[in-house]
């Protein structure tokens, strides 16, 4: 899971609903406010939110600067930033004999900057999915 592109493309494979992203040659396609996003990286650097058309090709040179810097590549995405959205996050573990350990999931939405300030687990539950709000 090293590269979040990669990653994306797999859970697609096996039908997991992602984000609409694109490679940096057609961002167009992703639509706005859209996220840059640093394929190698975590911790929000290499990360960029374009709320303009016009603010997108400072916002890939940018991400790709300071993601190579941080990580050794420079490989940069764009995926439909979601406003609002919860940072959810499961923990799973597998060995190479189909060994399968789902340590379950914690919210990690309170942020700064991208970078997690608070996590809660058991996470609570979401008006969105559970039909309560």
């Given at each position: 899971?090293?590269?979040?592109?990669?990653?994306?493309?797999?859970?697609?494979?096996?039908?997991?609903?992602?984000a609409p992203d694109s490679t940096v040659e057609s961002p167009e396609a992703v639509?706005?406010?859209?996220?840059?996003?640093?394929?190698?990286?975590?911790?929000?650097?290499?990360?960029?939110?374009?709320?303009?058309?016009?603010?997108?090709?400072?916002?890939?040179?940018?991400?790709?600067?300071?993601?190579?810097?941080?990580?050794?590549?420079?490989?940069?995405?764009?995926?439909?930033?979601?406003?609002?959205?919860?940072?959810?996050?499961?923990?799973?573990?597998?060995?190479?004999?189909?060994?399968?350990?789902?340590?379950?999931?914690?919210?990690?939405?309170?942020?700064?900057?991208?970078?997690?300030?608070?996590?809660?687990?058991?996470?609570?539950?979401?008006?969105?999915?559970?039909?309560?709000?």
């Amino acid at each position: 899971m090293g590269s979040k592109i990669e990653a994306k493309r797999l859970m697609r494979s096996h039908g997991v609903p992602v984000a609409p992203d694109s490679t940096v040659e057609s961002p167009e396609a992703v639509g706005l406010p859209a996220l840059v996003k640093a394929s190698a990286g975590g911790g929000g650097r290499g990360m960029r939110i374009v709320r303009s058309a016009g603010e997108l090709a400072e916002a890939i040179a940018s991400a790709e600067r300071e993601a190579l810097a941080a990580f050794g590549d420079g490989t940069v995405f764009v995926e439909r930033y979601v406003e609002g959205a919860r940072h959810v996050e499961v923990q799973v573990f597998a060995d190479t004999h189909g060994n399968v350990l789902s340590l379950h999931e914690r919210d990690c939405t309170m942020q700064r900057r991208h970078q997690k300030v608070l996590e809660e687990a058991p996470s609570p539950p979401s008006t969105a999915t559970c039909g309560c709000g």
